[in-house]
């Protein structure tokens, strides 16, 4: 990818952490429908693979690299609103 300018890695930062915190709520209403519906539920793959995208987020912006920022951005849009 191409330079970015500071404004722009500054935008990308600030919807990631928004999407980040989008994945988080969702992850944390999908842990408590795993709870109730207990051990033998198809939400634990779920859950980790949200897991992940969230870590990757989270580490994209620690480490301010663009290209790794877009594509965890990119990662995390995938997961819907829908419960």
């Keep these: 990818m191409g330079r970015m300018s500071k ?4 935008a990308l ?3 990631l ?6 994945v988080r709520a ?3 209403r999908w842990t408590g429908y795993a709870q109730d519906v207990g051990p033998r539920s198809n ?3 779920a ?3 949200m897991q992940l ?5 989270v580490e994209a912006i620690a480490s301010s690299d663009p290209d790794r920022m877009t594509a965890a951005y990119g ?3 995938e997961y819907d609103d829908h419960d």
């Design 75 to 77: 990662e995390l849009r």
């Design 53 to 57: 995208a969230i870590d990757e987020g």
């Design 26 to 28: 969702k992850r944390e």
């Design 17 to 22: 952490a928004a999407e980040i915190e989008r």
């Design 7 to 10: 404004q722009t890695i500054n």
């Design 43 to 45: 939400y634990a793959v």
């Design 47 to 49: 859950l980790q693979l």
């Design 13 to 15: 930062e600030q919807a």
